[in-house]
């Protein structure tokens, strides 16, 4: 097999665990015919034992649980809105009082600022159009 074919997806790397889970096979078997097969690819014998166990108390999916928390992205067209909203009405206002306002990170309010209102903050006249 060669370096570019046993590279697989952590996705792909359950799968195989799942297949031989099912099979019967232990952990430890299902590491060294992994490494066997897939050498420095192959997922460490923690990951097999997490996967394996999780297989055996009934998880069908190989996929990622998804996580707790603020989304991906908070750059999105409301957001764009609402600032562009406050910034016309006190082009004086500060990046934290946006950011405290709308509650996302004063680097997000500055990304939407300066990428997709294309405007910049003046020390005389406040934000404005480049």
């Known amino acids: 097999m060669s370096a570019e074919s046993s590279n697989l ?44 166990r999780l297989f055996q108390q009934g998880r069908e999916s190989c996929e990622d649980d998804p996580r707790p928390g603020r989304p991906v992205t908070v750059v999105t067209e409301e957001n764009v809105r ?10 004086r206002i500060k990046l934290w009082q946006i950011a405290e306002e709308l509650q996302i990170s004063k680097e997000r309010v500055g990304e939407i600022i300066h990428e997709h209102m294309n405007m910049r903050k003046s020390v005389r006249v406040g934000y404005q159009k480049c």
């Open 9 to 52: 997806s952590n996705i792909e790397h359950r799968a195989v665990i799942k297949y031989f889970v099912k099979k019967g096979k232990t952990p430890k078997e299902i590491f060294e015919d992994m490494v066997s097969v897939l050498q420095e690819s192959a997922p460490s014998y923690t990951m097999v034992k997490k996967w394996a």
């Open 82 to 91: 609402k600032i562009e909203k406050l910034v016309l009405a006190d082009r």
